[in-house]
């Protein structure tokens, strides 16, 4: 039966279905029929479904039989044909979404404009029917595939919805009859059933880890037509959606079905297969978890609770866990050992319990255990419009969150998969309201939480920082895959994304219980990617994995973070606050005690990763800044502040060392990870925090102690010592100067950045944007990239933001794209307005946000230009000190730092050394410690009373450096005697201390200790001050404030690795008079820096002015002596007694600073360095003159830069006087005549051009094709025009007349051109073999005999021989001769009849002849061969002739089509006619024309025998009248031999005009109508006796006529198109203007000719007199005459003119009586061609991409993955495609040689980027397409909209048509025919 019913004729399905559908649909009368017929189809659809050996159990292979889906159709449509069926229940259809669901690759657009939700997408159509103009979008390629928003509410704005989805209300749609889907309720969960059967039995457990992969891919396969099926059903629209929406949640339908206790055999079976496959992924059911017996969950035990560490089994519940303890076990000592965590914290009902109750929770099961194929995940995205359905899958997509977490990390493919998973994750946590339902009924907090803590629970291993040996702190591990492969990026971006949500954040931030888990996971993180210093060799391998680290930072700490931080903008939320604040301490605290922290962190250690430090410091900010909180009552104890500051204060120090070379040996990575912390992408999560938070550190603590950590962690607290010499014991010398740079800088930097301290958000955002712009101009895309935009996506600056773009017009002005010469494109620029570099310019920011150290300098050379340029300073400015924003009030003890006596301790040391040139200090130093001196007084506290310092005498405590804190008063305070500890050697002088001595103890940890032993015996002398024991001592009363120790020794430090290698130095004290303050060393400073004596003078002696003035604009901008100044200004300002101090100091004559003893060894450094500077400079100047030298070169010798410029050919004027041609030869520098045995040559490029072809005789330029209306038809081309004539002669005349009479060329043709350089041929020789030789790769063939001109460089493949010609007879030739025309005319054919013997065997006919074979292998061979016999030497002369007229078109193209310009155009300059025709003449020459057939008899000559033309031959001659004159010219030309008399040419040029003019009047006297024809006729024939008769054009065309009247010719004119005859009358005038248009082009080429075989300049004239200017400079107009001017006047008749006319026309008459059609078409029709141009594309580039980047390739009508297209002729090509390869050539370069002779020019649509392909390279050339802020956008990455910039494509067009691709384009590669 079950056979039988699989055979049935669809007939009989059909009837079968009718039936069913019959008795169902009846229903209530006879339910006994009803439950028969539902009885009768279930078991129908058994036999059906099933594999046809129904009776056995199945195997998994075997396929469901072909019949099911046809029998399905059958069954839903009742027996209807399925389209009706599909039809009528889209009528029903309610949605008002779109739903499109797309994969990966897919255009969609995305509008920040109408988006809520920052994921929206739309799919192309809904948003082109949608109104965005002017909104903020862009196009992008999807990655991981998506969904269309449109109609959706949640995710975007109704505004932007399209027409389609605009709401519809349900009243509209008619509700759904109950019969229509009656079937479909009954037949589809029996088909999902048996779709989930053949899932289960289709998967087997892979064995022993290996993948199965190949299984599960048949199993797909074979499943692919019925998932399709149902994809096909969703399409149906909501009805038929609400049915399946019913079958797959149901959860009576699948417990029916499946539970496997029914009778079916198979069903049993697969039902265990179920079972298996769910133990098997370590999950469970329920039911017998309990059998286990769970482990309570414990009461959420700390992460650092680590078991396992002695190798014992931590016997955590996951049964996997064994035996990768194994693994561990034997990975041997070198390798990070695996951490595991007890797993009491697990929520284990999370991890591993799934139930499923209904059928879309196991087709979801299977769907993860297949790992997400395609083609289900389309199905279950393309129900979502169905909102039950949206609910229910949701619910059952958290529900299998782990399990989808656990197959990911397994997952081999798992790039792919994530980018599924995403697919479908993004589409369902977008919806705010979906994701609060999910997360209050569904936990879905705590299921992501859980789930990403576990997943990071893999990769753990033991914290090595601080304590490696008993540390308990854990961190993943870089370098395992899971983070180096980014596997956790779809749980972290599903975690953002909810975390966007402002209910579901809320739930986060409140639940106490989560923060805490939340901690713990980002604890994970602190610490990890530890780097230790190398210090002795090189690390042998740099590990990447520095990557992964700050990735997953960023990812999973930072991105949540700042989601979380933007719902905690407002007062009401200070709560939420409070509690991470709390959770955020307390894991700190756990941290610290973990790696068991005390005061000092280890040396050479750093990690960048500090997250915990920055959630706590971003929060804090937030607090302060937004919710009103008071700072201290979030902060901790002191102590917990001093342990706080030390890991960031590391990175800090560690920054200075990187950028030092101290981390040399490490590799290039440390220097990576340095950049990195500090990149756009990460600064405002890793640095700016990290700043920020000591910055409050800093305005917490003791001002002493943090002034002395910073030097001390900075290693330069032995250089801050007043001796001239000092050792340091923890870095070597060559670093102190830039460390010491360092610590400065970051003291600036910690003191005047205001970011997270007041600055607005307007104000940082402005701030930062002037930094990028200050160090480099920038594009609009790469501000918005570098400049830090708040991570998370919801927060208010959006990149393209109102702000963003209101800013950039504020502080930047527009460069517009400009085109340099030379061919770089030069995209649109911002540029910091004058006044921002005036007020605005922060060096401060610039160093803080530069990731190279060169764009520092790059802004300070770009503010010294702008200077220079207003005239502001001269010299060398300093970085101008900039004005900050008020600090908020919380963090006012931040200043206190500038005001502590340990700060001006070093200020002043610093200013001491400075002064006195000790060594390794610098100009920055000093730059930096005036910035804080000017800090410090901008910043000081209260103006203080001008008396005594009373309060001070209380404060004189353990030294006698400074009276008080406060920087004003400490500046004048004189220190007279300073004791300092110096090594033995030292040069100071060792003298007994006065009494009142300062001391200064800068010096190292142990002189410390020393001096406290001393300080005890004789307290009369005093101590030694120093940094490092004062901290220790602050450090230990914190800690120990109640203990009596308080001041007892410091604590010994055990570790001594700080010390040098060998002894301590032996210190000893001396005492050094110093008798100076700071306020007296700045003015000695201003001495030094002048190089004057007394150069300061108080500026307000003479103006009281000066002291009221707050800003001074004379002192904004300067050098050092401006700043010197200005600071001087200010502390008199601040109080009089500085003021009067400064004056008194001034009014001493200063002695000369005393000449310095300097060591020699000192000397020695001292010099090293300034010698390195200057070398430096002298270098930089050096390369610089090369530079600039190179370039004006360049401009010089190649024309190529500027294509506009004329630069007039001197050259053949100045030759006049010279007796021969002198060549220089660019390889061996001689100069001389060119010889026959040693010829000298052209640098030439040959190449094959079809432009001439693509011009058309429309102005109108024809446009690129955008539609499927508009096509190109080729047939209007120059080329295709000549080509037709050739053939339609070779039709009916004799072949090689025919060659004769139509030059070919035009596709194909040969074009040569120069860069004006010549060489001697055996010079070359030498260098191409050198070239061979060579093994550098070269851009170009030698094989092929391409080099580059040895002195420019330029493009070339072949030198042209110099003829050795004799300028001496130049001249004479030119000289007019009195011979009569008729002599002329004789001479010119004795000449012809000279046969050309081939001259004799001299190098330079070898020379002559291997290049014109060159010119002949240029061009293929179709473009060579047009006679009908191959070979025939006919050939070989058509093609010669024809590279003269290509060449020559060519330039007259170039000069733009006319030359009224006249002179030499750079076209002539590059010009190598001359040569070339020597070349082609002597090769002409070889072939001699039979007398008989020769045309300058015809042309000269009446025919004696009339019957030598009616001769026997089959195929008659070309009438004379039908032969092209200008190749006529070169013809005769050619064939005379060289050098060329200028008298014959005259000749040859008057008869050759004469037949033109006769051309010209028999095409005139076929395009009247007959009534004009007879009106000329008679009134020329009246005139024929006149005396001027024959110059007169009336009586030529009447005689014309009347010849032609004899034949056929104007016969069957009523009947053809009226079109070609105007019907307006001709008049005189206008018959005169066609004449002269008509012979113009021929005069052209003749006077260009001309003008390259005997020199002279061209005429220039006004377009209108054209003719008349080149018939004059032509010989054929005798006496220049403008009234009146008629063309036949320049006519000179050699042969009484009525017989040589009758001769001609005979002609024409007699081939008329036989082709009566053809005599018409073969007149010649001189139609304007217009110059060739590219196709004109249309303004807007979506235009352009919409229609071609989904256009199917019209060979294998396939979307090609690259799609291109040509700009020549539009053709539509697949770039690389292998479908329309042929005989190994891709379709580009097909194309290429088809249309271009082998240059091609396409436009790749999906890169928006122009492609040239010239023969066998091929090189990108731009685009050109910009966006509106005149940016490319290569490969479409922004998808911003472009539009088409004219200047580009004018260049473009410009290099298409001058040739000069090959020289302007620098980067060329092969494309091996691939492309």
């Not at 028969?36 to 292979?61: D, I, K, N």
């Not at 899971?482 to 954040?505: C, E, G, M, R």
């Not at 002088?989 to 300062?998: D, F, I, N």
């Not at 009234?1683 to 008459?1709: G, H, N, R, T, Y």
Request: glycine residues 6%; negative net charge.
């Amino acid at each position: 039966m079950a056979a039988a019913a699989a055979e049935w004729s669809s007939q009989e399905q059909r009837a079968t279905a009718a039936r069913l559908k019959a008795a169902l649909s009846a229903g209530g009368c006879e339910d006994g029929e009803a439950a028969a017929a539902a009885g009768e189809l279930r078991a129908l659809l058994e036999r059906v479904l099933l594999p046809s050996s129904s009776s056995s159990p199945w195997s998994p292979g075997e396929a469901p039989p072909a019949e099911a889906l046809p029998w399905c159709r059958w069954l839903l449509s009742g027996g209807e044909p399925w389209e009706g069926f599909v039809a009528s229940v889209r009528a029903y259809d309610p949605a008002t979404l779109c739903g499109l669901v797309w994969t990966a690759n897919f255009v969609a657009y995305r509008c920040r404009t109408c988006g809520i939700s920052p994921c929206m997408s739309l799919c192309a159509e809904c948003f082109h029917l949608g109104d965005h103009a002017g909104h903020d979008y862009n196009m992008f390629r999807s990655q991981a595939g998506g969904a269309c928003d449109c109609g959706d509410g949640n995710v975007m704005r109704h505004e932007g919805f399209c027409k389609r989805h605009r709401i519809k209300s349900s009243s509209e749609v008619p509700s759904v009859p109950k019969d229509l889907l009656i079937m479909s309720e009954l037949v589809l969960p029996q088909f999902i059933f048996y779709l989930i059967q053949y899932l289960r039995e289709g998967y087997n457990e892979p064995v022993l880890d290996l993948p199965s992969e190949k299984d599960l891919h048949k199993v797909l396969q074979m499943l692919e037509p019925h998932i399709s099926f149902l994809e096909d059903l969703t399409k149906m629209g909501g009805a038929m959606r609400s049915v399946l929406t019913q079958v797959l949640t149901n959860q009576q339908f699948y417990t029916d079905l499946s539970s496997g206790s029914g009778e079916n055999a198979c069903v049993k079976k697969s039902h265990e297969k179920y079972l298996v496959a769910l133990k098997g992924s370590g999950l469970t059911f329920p039911e017998d978890k309990l059998a286990c017996g769970v482990q309570e969950p414990g009461a959420g035990a700390s992460s650092s609770v680590v078991q396992g560490f002695s190798g014992g089994k931590s016997t955590s519940g996951q049964g996997d866990s064994s035996d990768e303890e194994d693994q561990d076990g034997s990975q041997g000592v070198g390798k990070h050992k695996r951490v595991k965590l007890s797993s009491t914290a697990k929520d284990q009902s999370i991890m591993d319990v799934l139930k499923h109750k209904c059928f879309l929770e196991e087709l979801l099961f299977w769907t993860i255990k297949y790992e997400f194929p395609q083609k289900m995940v389309t199905f279950l995205l393309n129900m979502l419009p169905d909102q039950d359905y949206k609910i229910a899958f949701t619910k059952t997509f958290v529900q299998h969150y782990a399990f989808i977490m656990k197959t990911l990390k397994k997952s081999h493919e798992s790039d792919t998969m994530s980018n599924r998973i995403v697919h479908i994750s993004v589409q369902l946590f977008s919806n705010e309201e979906l994701a609060r339902q999910v997360t209050e009924e569904c936990q879905l907090l705590d299921i992501m939480v859980t789930v990403l803590l576990y997943m990071m629970e893999s990769c753990l291993i033991k914290s090595e920082l601080q304590d490696e040996e008993n540390s308990l702190h854990v961190v993943v591990n870089c370098g395992e895959a899971l983070l180096k492969n980014n596997t956790y990026w779809p749980l972290v971006s599903d975690f953002i994304n909810i975390l966007s949500h402002q209910s579901v954040a809320k739930k986060f931030l409140e639940d106490h219980r989560l923060l805490v888990t939340w901690m713990n996971f980002v604890s994970f993180f602190q610490g990890m990617n530890l780097n230790k210093r190398e210090l002795n060799e090189h690390v042998e391998f740099e590990s990447q994995t520095y990557y992964a680290a700050f990735a997953a930072e960023l990812e999973a700490c930072a991105q949540p973070m700042w989601g979380l931080l933007s719902h905690c903008k407002v007062r009401e939320t200070q709560e939420y606050t409070r509690n991470v604040v709390r959770y955020c301490l307390e894991a700190l605290q756990d941290w610290f005690d973990a790696i068991n922290f005390v005061d000092e962190p280890t040396p050479n250690q750093v990690t960048f990763h500090l997250p915990m430090h920055r959630y706590y410091a971003m929060f804090l900010s937030k607090a302060v800044k937004c919710q009103e909180l008071d700072l201290d009552s979030l902060l901790p104890d002191q102590e917990m502040l001093m342990k706080l500051m030390v890991h960031p204060l590391q990175i800090q120090a560690s920054l200075s060392e990187i950028h030092s070379n101290m981390w040399v040996r490490n590799g290039l990575q440390i220097k990576g990870q340095a950049m990195t912390y500090v990149q756009s992408h990460f600064c405002n999560s890793m640095i700016d925090p990290d700043i920020y938070l000591l910055q409050v550190c800093a305005s917490r603590l003791d001002p002493d102690y943090f002034i002395s950590s910073v030097f001390e962690r900075f290693k330069v607290v032995d250089l801050l010592t007043m001796a001239s010499q000092h050792q340091n014991t923890v870095l070597d010398s060559e670093h102190e100067r830039s460390m010491l740079e360092g610590a400065l800088t970051f003291l600036v930097i910690l003191l005047s950045l205001r970011l997270h301290l007041g600055m607005t958000d307007d104000e940082i955002l402005r701030a930062e944007m002037v930094a990028q712009l200050c160090m480099n101009d920038r594009t609009h895309s790469s501000l918005l990239d570098l400049i830090p935009e708040n991570p998370n996506p919801k927060s208010g600056i959006i990149p393209g933001s109102l702000s963003f773009e209101s800013m950039l017009s504020a502080v930047a002005d527009f460069k517009a794209p400009v085109f340099e010469p030379g061919g770089s494109m030069q995209q649109g620029m911002y540029t910091p307005k004058a006044e921002v570099w005036d007020k605005e310019f922060d060096p401060v920011m610039v160093i803080l946000r530069t990731v190279y150290r060169r764009d520092v300098q790059s802004a300070m050379d770009r503010y010294t230009t702008f200077l220079k340029q207003s005239g502001k300073v001269h010299g060398n400015p300093w970085p101008p000190y900039k004005k900050r924003t008020p600090l908020h009030p919380s963090y006012k003890g931040l200043m206190r730092l500038l005001h502590c006596k340990t700060l001006h301790i070093v200020l002043f040391t610093l200013l001491y050394k400075i002064l006195m040139d000790h060594q390794n200090l610098s100009e920055h130093v000093l730059c930096m410690v005036l910035y804080l001196i000017e800090l410090g007084l901008e910043n000081s506290s209260e103006q203080e009373s001008d008396e005594e310092d009373s309060a001070g005498s209380q404060e004189r405590c353990h030294d006698s450096w400074f009276p008080g804190n406060n920087l004003v008063s400490n500046m004048r305070h004189f220190i007279n005697y300073v004791r300092v500890r110096v090594p033995e050697t030292a040069p100071e002088v060792k003298r007994e201390p006065p009494a009142s001595t300062s001391s200064d103890g800068l010096a190292a940890s142990q002189s410390s200790r020393r001096s406290k032993g001393l300080q005890r015996e004789n307290s009369g002398t005093a101590q030694v001050f120093s940094l490092v024991a004062e901290r220790r001592k602050k450090f230990q009363e914190i800690i120990n404030r109640n203990t009596t120790e308080a001041n007892q020794a410091v604590r010994p430090k055990t570790s001594m690795k700080w010390s040098a290698p060998g002894a301590t130095p032996q210190l000893t004290t001396a005492i050094l008079e110093v008798k100076e303050s700071i306020l007296s060393l700045l003015i000695k400073l201003h001495h030094k820096l002048s190089g004057k004596q007394n150069s300061y003078y108080p500026p307000w002696l003479d103006d009281m002015e000066t002291l009221i003035q707050h800003e001074n604009p004379k002192y904004l901008h300067g050098d050092g002596m401006t700043a010197v100044e200005r600071i001087l200004l200010k502390a008199a300002l601040q109080s009089r007694l500085n003021k009067h101090i400064i004056e008194e100091i001034c009014r001493k004559v200063t002695p000369p600073v005393p000449p310095k003893k300097i060591s020699p060894a000192e000397k020695k450094t001292l010099d090293k360095e300034e010698r390195r500077q200057k070398a430096r400079e002298r270098q930089q100047k050096l390369l610089a003159e090369f530079a600039s030298r190179q370039k004006s070169f360049m401009e010089t010798a190649m024309d190529v830069e500027s294509p506009e410029v004329d630069i007039a050919m001197e050259i053949a004027t100045a030759e006049q006087h010279v007796s021969e041609a002198v060549y220089d030869c660019v390889i061996c520098g001689q100069s001389g005549p060119s010889t026959e045995e040693r010829p000298a040559g052209l640098v030439v490029l040959l190449q094959a051009s079809s432009v001439l072809g693509q011009c058309r005789d429309t102005t109108e330029p024809k446009k690129l094709p955008t539609s499927e209306k508009e096509q190109i038809y080729p047939g209007d081309t120059c080329a295709a025009v000549y080509e037709a004539r050739l053939a339609t002669l070779q039709q009916y005349f004799k072949d090689s007349s025919c060659l004769q009479s139509v030059s070919i060329g035009w596709e194909g043709g040969v074009y040569v051109q120069t860069c004006g350089h010549t060489l001697h041929i055996d010079c070359h020789k030498s260098y191409m073999e050198s070239l061979r030789n060579d093994q550098v790769l070269q851009g170009f063939s030698v094989e092929k005999g391409e080099f580059t001109c040895p002195l420019c460089r330029q493009f070339a493949n072949s030198v042209l021989p110099c003829y050795p010609g004799n300028n001496v007879e130049r001249t004479l030739w030119q000289c007019h001769s009195n011979k009569s025309m008729q002599d002329l005319i004789k001479e010119v054919e004795e000449l012809q009849e000279q046969l050309g013997t081939f001259p004799s065997e001299t190098n330079l006919s070898k020379e002559m002849e291997s290049v014109m074979k060159d010119i002949k292998s240029t061009t293929q061979k179709k473009y060579t061969d047009y006679s009908k016999s191959p070979g025939s030497p006919d050939n070989d002369f058509l093609f010669m002739y024809s590279v003269a007229r290509t060449n020559l078109e060519l330039e007259l193209v170039h000069r733009g089509g006319n030359l009224c310009l006249g002179g030499a155009s750079t076209a002539g300059k590059r010009s190598c006619l001359n040569q070339l025709f020597h070349v082609l003449a002597m090769h002409m020459r070889l072939y001699s024309i039979d007398s008989a057939f020769n045309p300058w008899k015809k042309l000269t000559q009446l025919a004696r025998d009339e019957n030598l033309q009616m001769s026997n031959e089959e195929q008659p001659e070309v009438p004379v009248l039908y032969r092209d004159v200008s190749s006529l010219l070169l013809i005769q030309i050619l064939t005379m031999p060289q050098p060329l008399r200028k008298e014959h040419f005259i000749c040859i040029t008057k008869v050759l005009f004469t037949l033109l003019y006769m051309q010209a009047l028999v095409i005139l006297s076929v395009k009247c109508s007959t009534e004009d024809r007879m009106t000329w006729m008679n009134s020329g024939a009246l005139k024929k006796n006149l005396s001027n008769a024959k110059k007169t054009w009336e009586v030529l065309l009447s005689h014309v006529i009347s010849e032609l009247s004899k034949g056929k010719i104007y016969e069957q004119e009523e009947t053809e198109d009226p079109a070609m005859d105007s019907t307006s009358a001709w008049c005189p005038q206008s018959i005169e203007i066609y004449l002269q248009q008509f012979c113009l082009p021929f005069l052209r080429i003749t006077s260009l000719l001309q003008h390259h075989l005997f020199g002279g300049e061209l005429p220039s004239c006004q377009e209108g007199e054209e003719f008349t200017v080149l018939a004059n400079c032509l010989g054929l107009l005798s006496s220049f005459q403008s009234s009146q001017f008629s063309s036949a006047s320049c006519l000179d008749w050699s042969v009484p003119p009525f017989d040589i006319i009758s001769q001609w026309c005979s002609e024409l008459v007699s081939f008329s009586n036989n082709h009566t059609k053809q005599v018409k078409i073969l007149l010649i029709q001189e139609p304007k061609w217009d110059l060739p141009r590219l196709l004109q594309l249309p303004e807007n580039y979506n235009t352009i991409f919409q229609y071609y980047h989904r256009k199917s390739c019209s060979v294998c009508s396939k979307v090609p993955k690259d799609p291109a297209v040509c700009l020549v002729c539009g053709t539509f090509v697949c770039l690389k495609g292998l479908c329309c390869k042929q005989q190994s050539y891709c379709e580009c370069v097909l194309h290429s040689q088809n249309c271009g002779a082998g240059t091609g020019i396409f436009l790749l649509i999906n890169a928006s980027v122009i492609i040239i392909i010239r023969g066998l390279r091929f090189c990108l050339w731009g685009s050109v397409y910009l966006d509106a802020h005149g940016e490319e956008d290569r490969d479409l990455r922004r998808g911003k909209p472009l539009y088409i910039c004219k200047e580009r494509y004018k260049v473009l067009e410009q290099q298409w048509v001058s040739h000069t691709f090959d020289h302007i384009n620098k980067r060329w590669g092969p494309h091996y025919n691939g492309l």
